[in-house]
């Protein structure tokens, strides 16, 4: 496609449920980021691709979070036993490389999450 | 650990008046400095970005930054705002430390543009 696609643009869910959320990146961009952006507040970091494999999950917040990019193209955020304060709206980015700045990373429209 | 700070939570700027939003970072070297724009129901898309030589940068829609190391800032400026600059900005600063292109945004100015 021609930019980040993020699918669901709307999610509600009930505490306690399980929901994923998924991106489909630029073709060909290596790298991909998952953020979350909480009301009035800056996306932050949870999680860097690099092909298929996370090479830095930092930024997750606790063992409910999850994610995968099985081929090294499309990943899917996934959270477990979602909680109240995980509402927010979830970023993807893609980039054609993670490894040098002088590459703008293209973001996705994002996912907002509510759970109740 | 790098930081960015965004004093201006909400700013109210007339049609065809200047603009400049407020960007302070928190890094130990040379910094790799961004502004995006959120449209609302939009994607973040990068205005500008900085990572040596020139320290005033143009971006798109018309809008440029200027990189003050002495003052550890770097600071938006659009000589005449228009109508559909209305949206929240945020500055970002990047490193490579880690291997890979890793961004720290700060909070975000909301700007409001009245006619």
């Known amino acids: 496609g021609a930019g980040v696609s993020q699918t669901p643009s709307n999610k509600v869910t009930e505490k306690g449920k399980y929901v994923e959320l998924r991106c489909d990146p630029i073709s060909g961009h290596t790298a991909l980021y998952w953020y979350r952006q909480s009301l009035g507040q800056g996306p932050e970091f949870l999680i860097y691709f690099q092909g298929t494999g996370a090479a830095d999950d930092s930024g997750l917040p606790n063992d409910r979070f999850f994610a995968v990019r099985p081929e090294g193209s499309v990943s899917t955020l996934k959270i477990q036993r979602t909680e109240r304060g995980d509402s927010a709206v979830y970023l993807c980015?893609?980039?054609?490389?993670?490894?040098?700045?002088?590459?703008?990373?293209?973001f996705g429209q994002g996912t907002r999450l509510t759970v109740v | 650990a790098q930081s960015v700070t965004q004093p201006d939570i909400h700013i109210t700027v007339s049609e065809g008046a200047s603009l400049e939003l407020r960007c302070n970072y928190s890094y130990g070297a040379t910094p790799y400095l961004f502004w995006y724009v959120q449209s609302p129901g939009q994607g973040l898309q990068l205005l500008l970005k900085?990572?040596?030589?020139?320290?005033l940068v143009q971006g798109i829609k018309g809008f440029e930054a200027e990189f003050k190391r002495s003052q550890s800032s770097f600071n938006l400026r659009k000589p005449s705002v228009h109508w559909s600059d209305a949206a929240e900005y945020f500055c970002?600063?990047?490193?490579?430390?880690?291997?890979?292109?890793?961004?720290?945004f700060g909070t975000g100015t909301k700007l409001q543009v009245i006619p």
């Open positions: 970002a600063v990047g490193d490579l430390s880690g291997g890979y292109q890793k961004v720290t």
């Open positions: 980015a893609s980039s054609p490389s993670g490894n040098e700045l002088n590459t703008e990373a293209f």
């Open positions: 900085y990572f040596s030589g020139d320290t």
